[in-house]
């Protein structure tokens, strides 16, 4: 049986993730390999009605964080480690990291917490967390992230924050890079569609996730 392979994408709002995410899945299926894609807060039933509240009602950043780890526990029970038991690949869209950038960089909200939150929703029984294998970063300016979405939809309560919260979402991520660079792939989300879609696929040929095209 093929080994699990758990792979997140992240990124401000405006990054460019989503289409990306799609392409991957598509190449990991071209190659054979059972997939599961799927999202942060969400991906279960529970998930998804925690993910409406985040998104759109007032709350704290306490109970931001709270709700957020709360989706997370049943997503990785009910979804996360099942398909990585079977040896499927699983892609998601936004994991941990996002919370820290968004809950910690963005609010401002303590990151002691929010480790002490990751260690009780993410311990495994050998004590290790669950981390994903690899975490593509789609690095994009928030002033350049800020002009893609105001022209793509109505935004949510984080896509209508003010260009200073995204500034330091930005910043959350580059800590989170700083802190693991082994899990890390930083991509520069302001090049062409079809020049970040190429460096995805050549980041999973570089780590041997997907075999090179002769």
Same mark, same amino acid.
């Given at each position: 049986?093929?080994?699990?392979?758990?792979? @997140?994408?992240?990124?401000?709002? #405006?990054?460019?993730?989503?289409?990306? %995410?799609?392409?991957?899945?598509?190449?990991?299926?071209?190659?054979?390999?059972?997939?599961? !894609?799927?999202?942060?807060?969400?991906?279960?039933?529970?998930?998804?009605?925690?993910?409406?509240?985040?998104?759109?009602?007032?709350?704290?950043?306490?109970?931001?964080?709270?709700?957020?780890?709360?989706?997370?526990?049943?997503?990785?029970?009910?979804?996360?480690? $099942?398909?990585?038991?079977?040896?499927?690949?699983?892609?998601?869209?936004? *994991?941990?990291?996002?919370? =820290?950038?968004?809950?910690? #960089?963005?609010?401002?909200? &303590?990151?002691?917490?929010?480790?002490?939150?990751?260690? /009780?929703?993410?311990?495994?029984? @050998? #004590?290790?967390?669950?981390? $994903?294998?690899?975490?593509? /970063? =789609?690095?994009?300016? $928030?002033? %350049?992230?800020?002009?893609?979405?105001?022209?793509?939809?109505?935004?949510?309560?984080?896509? @209508?924050?003010?260009?200073? *919260?995204? @500034? !330091?979402?930005?910043?959350?991520?580059?800590?989170?890079?700083?802190?693991? $660079?082994?899990?890390?792939?930083? %991509?520069?989300? &302001?090049?062409?569609?079809?020049?970040?879609?190429?460096?995805?696929?050549? %980041?999973?040929?570089?780590?041997?996730?997907?075999?090179?095209? &002769?």
């Amino acid at each position: 049986m093929q080994q699990g392979l758990f792979i @997140s994408f992240e990124g401000i709002d #405006g990054a460019g993730k989503s289409s990306h %995410i799609e392409a991957l899945a598509q190449a990991f299926r071209d190659a054979g390999r059972a997939l599961v !894609q799927t999202r942060e807060p969400g991906g279960t039933p529970l998930a998804e009605k925690l993910r409406e509240l985040v998104l759109h009602d007032a709350m704290d950043p306490l109970c931001e964080a709270l709700l957020v780890f709360a989706a997370r526990r049943d997503h990785l029970t009910q979804v996360i480690e $099942p398909a990585l038991a079977r040896g499927d690949v699983v892609l998601c869209d936004r *994991f941990t990291d996002a919370t =820290f950038a968004y809950q910690g #960089g963005g609010r401002g909200f &303590s990151l002691d917490v929010l480790s002490q939150l990751e260690h /009780w929703v993410q311990a495994q029984p @050998s #004590g290790a967390l669950r981390q $994903p294998d690899l975490t593509v /970063w =789609f690095a994009l300016d $928030p002033a %350049i992230a800020a002009e893609r979405l105001s022209a793509a939809r109505v935004p949510d309560r984080f896509e @209508s924050q003010p260009l200073a *919260f995204f @500034s !330091q979402v930005h910043q959350g991520y580059a800590a989170r890079a700083a802190a693991d $660079p082994a899990r890390f792939a930083r %991509i520069d989300a &302001s090049a062409t569609l079809a020049q970040v879609r190429q460096e995805v696929l050549n %980041i999973m040929h570089m780590r041997g996730y997907l075999a090179a095209q &002769s």
